[in-house]
């Protein structure tokens, strides 16, 4: 079946910029997401790109799209401690019959101030 | 605003208990979700529905039912619960077409003694 993975821990000093990695297996991908989530609480949207796109850029997030070596990335540039939190990559696979997404395990990111 | 509730966000309950979780969302979306959450294995997919009256099962199924009588409102039943079953569920919800983004509950920490 599909798979998504993350890395399971990432720390940064506040202001850098801070990127979190995500590799899927499934080619047919048509959306791909990055959700957060803070402690206690349940998943927010941050932000999402169609599988057509290399790039999408949201205020201080960035998203970039390698299809071919299926890889998305997360750019949060000028990390404040409030970035503290774990983010979800998920894709939506191109089966219109399934409307399920497949998530990865979370990347806890940590602000040191 | 997209608005998904849960009905607790803790409980505790015995093994062997029926245990009842209830979600409700505002935006008539067809799709529902629950999902758990556990350290290190990111959501897992317990149970999906498109539409009232269907369900299909997810990833991790046994031991779960569900039940969709109305649209806004989607339940997650324990029919007995056992210790293995403590975790966070998070509920979700979303349109059926387009990019179906997800939108989550605040999550219910459940803790079987």
């Known amino acids: 079946g599909e798979d998504v993975e993350q890395s399971l821990f990432l720390s940064v000093r506040e202001g850098d910029s801070s990127v979190i990695n995500c590799t899927y297996t499934d080619s047919s991908s048509t959306y791909l997401y990055w959700y957060k989530q803070e402690p206690g609480a349940g998943l927010q949207l941050l932000t999402y790109?169609?599988?057509?796109?290399d790039m999408k850029q949201d205020q201080r997030l960035t998203v970039l799209l390698n299809k071919k070596d299926k890889h998305l990335s997360l750019r949060i540039a000028d990390t404040q401690t409030g970035d503290s939190a774990i983010y979800f990559c998920?894709?939506?696979?191109?089966?219109?019959?399934?409307?399920?997404?497949?998530f990865g395990s979370g990347t806890r990111l940590q602000v040191q101030p | 605003d997209v608005k998904v509730t849960q009905s607790s966000r803790y409980l505790v309950k015995r093994t062997g208990e029926k245990v009842f979780l209830e979600c409700v969302q505002d935006m008539d979306h067809e799709n529902m979700f629950w999902y758990r959450q556990d350290p290190g294995l990111g959501l897992r997919l317990i149970y999906f529905?498109?539409?009232?009256?269907m369900k299909e099962k997810g990833d991790i199924p046994e031991g779960y039912s569900v039940s969709r009588e109305k649209k806004e409102r989607f339940s997650l039943i324990l029919e007995s619960a056992s210790t293995n079953q403590t975790s966070m569920y998070l509920c979700?919800?979303?349109w059926g077409q387009g990019k179906s983004e997800q939108y989550f509950g605040p999550g219910t920490r459940l803790t079987v003694t």
């Open positions: 529905s498109y539409d009232v009256k």
């Open positions: 998920a894709e939506r696979g191109g089966d219109t019959g399934r409307r399920a997404l497949t």
């Open positions: 790109i169609f599988s057509n796109m």
């Open positions: 979700a919800s979303s």
